[in-house]
């Protein structure tokens, strides 16, 4: 099991930057041995991946929308992922969930084990 907390969403105007947060927890397995990924959901439109880092951070991968804007990181010693975006659009409005795959790296919903809540990411004009 494994617990993800999102944190750093927010109301940020179109070009403007965030900087989103994961912390994961287990008492049973360790952070370094699960991929980690982004997804974000519009209001009523479905999840989509935006990123997603390998086990060890060595690869990353991010959907076409975000690239360029995204970084995602992460930093196995404190059991924590990120999320920099910069030159944010309207389009980026939604919550943003961040997941924890038992696999290197994946891009799709179907791969991740556990997700967090999600966090409030409102981009306005």
């Known amino acids: 099991q494994v617990n993800l907390v999102e944190s750093g969403g927010g109301l940020v105007q179109a070009g403007g930057s965030l900087r989103l947060s994961c912390a994961a927890s287990s008492r049973t397995s360790s952070f370094s041995g699960y991929g980690m990924g982004w997804f974000r959901q519009a209001p009523g439109k479905a999840r989509e991946f935006v990123a997603a880092i390998s086990r060890g951070g060595g690869t990353t991968s991010y959907a076409d929308p975000v690239k360029g804007r995204f970084t995602i990181s992460r930093d196995n010693a404190k059991n924590m992922v990120y999320l920099q975006m910069n030159s944010l659009e309207r389009e980026d409005t939604g919550v943003y969930y961040c997941?924890?795959?038992?696999?290197?790296?994946?891009?799709?919903?179907?791969?991740?084990?556990?997700w967090g809540q999600g966090t409030q990411v409102t981009v306005s004009s």
């Open positions: 997941a924890a795959a038992r696999r290197p790296i994946a891009t799709m919903t179907v791969a991740y084990d556990y």
